[in-house]
């Protein structure tokens, strides 16, 4: 897996040692820490259900909840609303933001090195941002505010996807993983028809009538074809050429290091700068 591989070569850095970085792994371990969280956030709330059950006490979020209520069905996020999986999934999400805007900065430096490298870094940004943002869902509960729980998740679907996609198509086609084309345009269609769906739905809801009018299984079809992509998208991405780092001892303004020689920039001076 992309994370427990970015966890070792860490690990394994060292003075007088080069460390290869792929950007693009760092997109694709968010992905699957994402998936890690969503398996191990139901393991943990189908287990307090078990126990809720066992001891007679009314806490059955699987059977009704204000997301259900609103959508028809147990969007896949139910999982981690509620204690003790919020507690895990939260940590977890902060390890994704981390992985997320990693590659946003990686593939900035990429791309001043090399200036025929693609450069989107305005919809990097908002994309990391949205990751951002995203962490109000364990901030806010749906008891407390069904509508902005779930729309702090509805724009990372949105920003993701746009993300995405303008990385894709500023890059040169000869790049394009095999399968590239169908995915986005799959990735697309369930970014557009979930993030739809779940805006209809939670501004057609009452409390007299229940959900909106779009059926649960369209809506559900949506969700769950929107994490499979996520989960999968960073292997998709076009690809480019990764950075390599080389630790040293350098002196700085209060430490000099023995027998170091000087570098040809020095502090932020390039040699023939004014």
């Known amino acids: 897996m992309k994370f427990v591989s970015i966890i070792q070569k860490r690990a394994s850095a060292a003075p007088g ?23 191990l956030s139901w393991v943990l709330t189908r287990l307090g259900y078990k126990e809720s059950r066992m001891l007679a006490v009314d806490h059955d979020i699987i059977k009704d909840n204000q997301l259900k209520r ?15 999986a919020k507690y895990f999934a ?61 729309f702090s998740f509805v724009q990372l679907v949105v920003f993701g996807y746009f993300a995405y996609a303008a990385n ?15 995915f986005i345009g799959i990735f697309g269609f369930f970014s557009l028809m979930f993030g739809t769906c779940a805006v209809v739905q939670f501004l057609m809801y009452s409390e007299e009538t229940g959900p909106g ?32 780092l080389d630790f040293a001892l350098t002196s700085d303004d209060d430490f000099q290091v023995l027998g170091e020689r000087k570098p040809a920039v020095e502090s932020g001076r390039t040699s023939g700068s004014p």
């Open 168 to 182: 894709f198509v500023t890059t040169d086609v000869k790049y394009h993983p095999r399968g590239s084309h169908v």
């Open 213 to 244: 009018p779009i059926p649960w299984w369209v809506t559900a079809t949506g969700d769950y074809g929107w994490f499979v992509c996520l989960g999968v998208q960073g292997y998709m991405r076009p690809r480019a050429p990764s950075l390599r």
């Open 90 to 150: 939260g940590p977890i999400f902060v390890g994704i933001v981390f992985f997320e805007s990693r590659f946003m900065q990686l593939s900035y430096q990429r791309a001043a090195i090399d200036p025929s490298s693609n450069r989107n870094e305005i919809t990097n940004f908002f994309s990391t941002l949205s990751w951002m943002v995203c962490i109000l869902i364990f901030v806010c509960s749906p008891v407390e505010n069904a509508t902005l729980h779930t």
């Open 17 to 39: 040692k080069s460390m290869i970085l792929n950007p693009e792994d760092y997109a694709a371990a968010g992905g699957e820490l994402l998936v890690i969280a969503m398996v």
């Open 70 to 84: 609103r959508v028809g069905y147990n969007n896949l996020c139910v999982g981690w609303d509620m204690a003790p």
